[in-house]
């Protein structure tokens, strides 16, 4: 993991408007945490945040336990996919769960999807949905509605519904990111079918749906996964480098899940 200097100067513009006073206050004490040393000592840097976080609430009203998503994303989003800041803010959310009136702790209330991301600059859409599919693979079914948009846009839906060779290419980095960073529970929700007989209506939408381009069994399966490894292999031919190299761990990542589990069945 890479361990750079961040910079969250863009996230402090006013004209911007991302944050309000308080989620800058929060900001202020994760920069501090981060750059306390110069070693990426994940444990320590986490917990540093956290005790600072606890003791300022102490003296602050509850708008600054509600701020405490908005500014988590909006940080993660400067944090890139390989950089140990992400594992820090991970760290960051098992310890607030289980302190005194962070234990409720809401998810972020705002949709990953595609007409939801125009905040975010391509770079900053990746790191935060590496963060979400870190959540995803640690905390499961909870994050799973996100992980379904984010592969149907990048992998279920014809390229050029993205409006740009740019934007299209930018999805699979981000479909490729959720296999890579949580791989393992999207086969262990897909072996047990979850969100396969949540209801579609007028009243809940269609959320786990497949994207044009697959029509089998909505929610997580087997029968999916197979098809968002077809289309990566699909989408590589022709893609640039860096997309390649994004498609081929991903697609390295789902393969070594299949042997696992195929040498588990064996074992069993």
Sequence with gaps: MSNERLDFESLKDEARGLLNEVDLLILTKFETAISSSLEPNVEEKAIRFVADLILFDAKESESFVTSTWQVL?????????????????IRVVNMLEHCGPWTDLPGPTFELDAEDDREFSQAEWLNLNSFIARLFNLKGKRFGNFAIWELRNGLEEDASDAGSAAAADARVLVASEWIKRSGARLWHESVLGTFSTEPEDAAHGSPYR???????TRGFNLERWGFWKRRLVELRNGAD????????DAVQTMSSIEKEHQLSSLLA
Excluded: M, N, W
């Excluded at 994303?73 to 594992?87: D, F, K, M, V």
């Design 210 to 216: 497949g994207g044009s381009l697959f029509h089998g």
């Design 73 to 89: 994303t909006h940080i993660a989003s400067r944090i890139p996919s390989s950089h140990y800041g992400q594992e820090v803010l």
């Design 241 to 248: 480098a860096s997309v390649q190299s994004a498609i081929d």
